[in-house]
């Protein structure tokens, strides 16, 4: 079964770059049947999708966010990540990465979500 | 793009039904039939209940359904039991080949 797991400091200081892996195992994420993207839930607001990358490297970003948010994916590592630049309080969030079908609204694998403060 | 319109809020007794709704536009929930419900526990991930308007994954329980009209899409919890009681988020694919989220809706079992 396919299990997901964010790694990444918990704290960043504001104005500095928030970067997170997620690393894919029990299954390929050499494929673009599926997408791998990141979703952010801040304190006491709603779900918000950050953006997601294919395999092949298309890569599609929430409009908010798209000019400090970088998602790739490391085909040596089974892994993809998440930069984000210039981060604020307001980027406080729990952090969660997910697989996304490539032909529909489904996501069938979520890792557990980490929570990074921004805080000097 | 804006975030979808959900209710803050929702309450039932056990064994009611409620419906919670989620109003987009015609750029996203009204334009694809791609519209999915999670369910949301404190410290947990989110948990897939309905995805493409209406389909169920696997184990979730029937008593879980959605479905749309124009652009507005809702999900609908029937025979509600005291383990429903979480937030619940919609999300729609957009024609700018993004996903969008609805605000939450807090759902209170009585």
């Known amino acids: 079964q396919l299990q997901l797991q964010e790694s990444g400091p918990g704290l960043v200081k504001p104005s500095e770059t928030l970067s997170l892996t997620c690393s894919v195992s029990?299954?390929?994420?050499?494929?673009?049947?599926?997408?791998w993207g990141w979703i952010r839930r801040p304190p006491g607001k709603g779900l918000e999708w950050i953006g997601s990358?294919?395999?092949?490297?298309?890569?599609y970003y929430s409009p908010s966010l798209k000019r400090r948010v970088t998602i790739s994916v490391d085909r040596s590592r089974t892994q993809f990540s998440l930069k984000l630049t210039s981060v604020t309080a307001a980027d406080t969030a729990v952090y969660y990465c997910?697989?996304?079908?490539?032909?529909?609204?489904?996501?069938?694998?979520w890792g557990q979500g980490t929570l990074v403060t921004v805080s000097s | 793009q804006s975030a979808l319109t959900q209710p803050a809020s929702v309450s039932g007794s056990p064994g009611q039904s409620i419906t919670i709704s989620c109003t987009g536009t015609?750029?996203?929930?009204?334009?694809?039939?791609?519209v999915s419900w999670y369910q949301h526990h404190p410290g947990k991930a989110p948990k897939l209940m309905i995805y493409?308007?209406?389909k169920r994954p696997s184990g979730v329980s029937d008593r879980f359904s959605g479905s749309k009209s124009g652009n507005t899409a809702s999900l609908t919890i029937s025979g509600l039991q005291a383990e429903d009681e979480a937030d619940y988020s919609c999300?729609?694919?957009?024609?700018?080949?993004?996903?969008?989220f609805g605000g939450g809706t807090k759902l209170t079992v009585l």
């Open positions: 999300s729609s694919y957009t024609s700018s080949n993004t996903w969008v």
């Open positions: 493409d308007v209406t």
């Open positions: 015609s750029s996203d929930v009204g334009g694809y039939n791609y």
């Open positions: 997910l697989r996304g079908d490539r032909y529909g609204s489904a996501t069938d694998s």
């Open positions: 990358v294919y395999f092949s490297g298309s890569m």
């Open positions: 029990g299954g390929s994420i050499s494929n673009d049947l599926h997408y």
